[in-house]
């Protein structure tokens, strides 16, 4: 059986384990969508109604049949908007893509040319500058830099929208349209670069601080090329690899890695999405969206594996 079969055949066990405890974990959480729902609402419910209401909600046909919903993707209705929970969670998703692919992007780019010229010039003063301040920014959590970016430029300074993806009800041609989207997205846009930033710049610099040791660098430079193609073609392409790794890393987080940036900015994404259905026990589209964050975690994770063999050919003939 060739590498990658085997690695398809890894992949469909992962996806099965993964879609039976999205069927299993969500229904350890403590209490029930008609506790959360009822509970502090001014309704009254007697025990009967109570009773009625929770063999309504908490019907329970077995994986199997949970398995059967998946294949054809019925993924149920939502108890609180009583839709399909498909609907919501696609509608969702394209705001999601759009901030976090943003950030992991301009992050990754901005982290791997910083920590490439940081490196090239060890022991300088820009070298040790960025490194002490990366180090500091790296520690900032996101809650942090996301709370203080909404407080100076949302609220006192008003230069961007507090909340939201675009203006409600707005009637606006394509590029309005585009940039009231861009003018909403550049407060999470901007927590997410700096939170992902610097972790990319640190990687970036140590992997590049050993490349440039070895032997063919050392080769290239004998050789009399110019330094901007050693640096970049011939030293940076080999640090690359662990770069690439932590971009996949963290894209394959990237539906509840905003959780906490999209709900501070009422950003309409996924993360969103699973903090209110969490909230209210929306048992179905908690388990679509923990199923679909699994599924995309893995695909991103079985892409790497042909992407590290572009990057670096020894990967394949290694195996």
């Not at 008609?34 to 009254?44: F, H, L, P, R």
């Not at 108890?79 to 943003?102: D, H, Q, R």
């Not at 407060?187 to 997410?192: A, G």
Request: charged letters at 15%; aromatic letters at 12%.
């Amino acid at each position: 059986m060739g590498g990658n079969s085997k690695l398809l055949i890894t992949f469909l066990l992962a996806a099965l384990s993964m879609t039976y405890l999205s069927y299993v974990l969500p229904r350890f959480l403590p209490g029930d969508f008609v506790t959360a729902t009822y509970g502090t609402s001014q309704i009254s419910l007697t025990a009967e109604q109570e009773t009625a209401l929770r063999a309504q909600y908490e019907q329970d046909h077995g994986f199997f049949h949970y398995l059967s919903r998946v294949v054809r993707f019925d993924w149920g209705y939502s108890y609180v908007f009583e839709t399909p929970v498909s609907a919501l969670f696609f509608s969702a998703l394209p705001w999601t893509i759009l901030l976090m692919g943003s950030a992991h992007v301009i992050a990754m780019i901005m982290g791997f040319v910083a920590g490439v010229e940081a490196a090239w010039r060890r022991n300088s003063f820009f070298e040790k500058s960025m490194v002490g301040g990366m180090t500091v920014l790296e520690g900032i959590p996101e809650i942090c830099t996301g709370v203080i970016l909404l407080f100076v430029f949302a609220l006192q300074l008003q230069w961007f929208p507090a909340a939201g993806a675009e203006t409600a009800y707005a009637e606006k041609d394509f590029l309005a349209h585009v940039a009231d989207v861009g003018h909403h997205l550049v407060l999470p846009l901007c927590t997410l670069v700096l939170a992902y930033f610097p972790g990319n710049f640190l990687l970036t610099r140590n992997s590049m601080m050993m490349v440039i040791m070895a032997d063919y660098v050392k080769t290239a430079r004998a050789k009399g090329l110019p330094p901007l193609r050693i640096r970049y073609v011939h030293a940076a392409r080999n640090a690359l690899l662990p770069v690439v790794t932590r971009f996949g890393m963290r894209l394959a987080f990237m539906i509840t890695g905003a959780l906490v940036v999209e709900k501070i900015n009422a950003y309409p994404g996924v993360g969103t999405l699973l903090y209110n259905a969490i909230s209210s026990r929306d048992l179905p589209v908690i388990q679509s969206v923990v199923l679909m964050s699994s599924v995309i975690i893995l695909a991103i994770f079985f892409a790497l594996e042909f992407v590290y063999r572009v990057i670096d050919p020894r990967i394949e003939h290694a195996r």
